[in-house]
């Protein structure tokens, strides 16, 4: 069973760039396909982005390409989201979830493996 911390958020002007780690424990993340998820306040968590186990294949939500970038570094046990030119509306709560099971898997609940997540404020 794999153990997720998630760090790097905080609070940053519109703007600004953050990146997001994930840091994994207690089973190789190279097993795992990753994806990202935030949840805003009050609302519903959404799909971020998503990467494979090798990290050559990659999908994002549509609103988000050109912005954010997810990667992975298996040898280190990190998963990363680099987030660019960050907006309020981006404000959220971020989480990495894991799962083994194939498929790129844009629903959370879908996901065994969660974090507890880190928060990200963008202020105007």
């Known amino acids: 069973q794999v153990r997720l911390v998630e760090s790097g958020g905080g609070l940053v002007q519109a703007g600004a760039s953050l990146t997001l780690s994930c840091a994994a424990s207690?089973?190789?993340?190279?097993?795992?396909?990753m994806a990202w998820f935030r949840q805003p306040p009050g609302k519903e968590n959404e799909f971020v982005a998503f990467?494979?186990?090798?990290?050559?294949?990659?999908e994002y939500t549509d609103s988000l390409k050109g912005r954010f970038t997810v990667s992975r570094d298996n040898a280190k046990e990190t998963v990363y989201l680099q987030m660019n030119s960050l907006k309020p509306e981006d404000s959220a709560v971020y989480y990495c979830?894991?799962?083994?099971?194939?498929?790129?898997?844009?629903?959370?609940?879908?996901?065994?493996?969660r974090g507890q997540g880190t928060q990200v404020t963008v202020s105007s």
């Open positions: 207690g089973r190789s993340l190279s097993s795992y396909r």
């Open positions: 990467i494979t186990t090798g990290g050559r294949y990659a």
């Open positions: 979830a894991g799962r083994i099971v194939e498929g790129t898997g844009r629903l959370m609940k879908n996901y065994a493996y």
